[in-house]
């Protein structure tokens, strides 16, 4: 059986036995934040649980790395929407150890890019379009100073709330310890 099939099957259970009924809440945050992470598998489960969060108590924005890439795009819409529709008061964004994001090379995913078919004229007219994929495609050298970027780009995003305190931390996806980067309140 493949894995769609599986999730359908085993959805069917889950309505029908009333599973959902331990996680009925409503779409705003009980304690009124958005958090910005990682999509790292490691932290799944152990995020929430290490930050004693549960269903409906925060809005959880994530991408490959916490990075806002882009203060027009899709993960900085998503963080303002979180404040001016959602009620979230303050923001958090949490960067992780040994993330992939870490040290990634853009040469790398490239070469895997042209290993599944992807011809090397799509990145030159890429280039010529004046599209520079190699830096979009680029990680971070040092999570600490990515976090500390992301927190000062959503801080002085010219339509960020500038009562909305924005944190920084770091957690360890073995442990779940959090280290403070940026405390928000300070700022
Ligand atoms: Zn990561």
Redo the contacts with the bound molecule.
């Keep these: 059986m493949n894995l769609l099939q599986n999730i359908l099957d085993f959805n069917k259970g889950f309505v029908d036995e009333k599973k959902y009924e331990q996680f009925e809440t409503t779409k705003f945050p009980n304690k009124k934040m958005v958090i910005l992470t990682?999509?790292?598998t490691r932290l799944l489960e152990l995020l929430p649980n290490a930050l004693n969060v549960k269903n409906g108590d925060v809005k959880i924005v994530k991408n490959?790395?916490a990075l806002v890439t882009h203060p027009f795009g899709s993960i900085m819409r998503s963080l303002l929407v979180a404040v001016y529709q959602l009620q979230a008061k303050e923001v958090l964004v949490i960067g992780?150890h040994d993330?992939?994001?870490s040290g990634m090379k853009p040469e790398g995913i490239m070469g895997e890019m042209k290993n599944r078919g992807i011809h090397d004229e799509i990145f030159d007219t890429l280039t010529y379009s004046g599209i520079d994929v190699k830096g979009w495609l680029h990680g971070f050298e040092n999570v600490n100073s990515s976090v500390a970027h992301s927190v000062d780009v959503i801080k002085n995003h010219p339509l960020m709330a500038k009562d909305i305190p924005v944190h920084g931390l770091v957690i360890d996806p073995s442990t779940g310890k959090l280290d403070l980067v940026v405390n928000g309140y300070e700022d």
């Design positions: 990682c999509m790292d490959a790395g992780h993330c992939g994001m």
